[in-house]
């Protein structure tokens, strides 16, 4: 009975401390203004001449009907 008692406190208690305990996070003050990042995005790699020789590939159709495999590829070879 003392066991029981024991674990389901033990239990309890990481319940509180570590599910239902909510942290709070950081405080911040309204007067301290927080600075904004300006995103720059560098387009020079486009510049690379390796860049410049890649050539799109060509489209790729549907499969030719004769080089399909078996209708159903998970039932027992026969």
Not at 3 to 17: K, M, P, R
Not at 55 to 73: A, D, S, T
Request: charged fraction near 25%; hydrophobic fraction near 40%.
């Amino acid at each position: 009975m003392i066991v029981f008692f024991i674990v389901l406190i033990v239990t309890l208690s990481i319940l509180y401390f570590g599910y239902f305990k909510k942290e709070k996070g950081p405080q911040v003050s309204p007067e301290i203004p927080i600075p904004e990042k300006k995103v720059e995005i560098d387009f020079s790699i486009f510049e690379n001449p390796i860049l410049k020789e890649l050539q799109p590939l060509e489209k790729i159709g549907p499969p030719i009907p004769e080089e399909m495999g078996r209708e159903n590829p998970f039932s027992p070879i026969k």
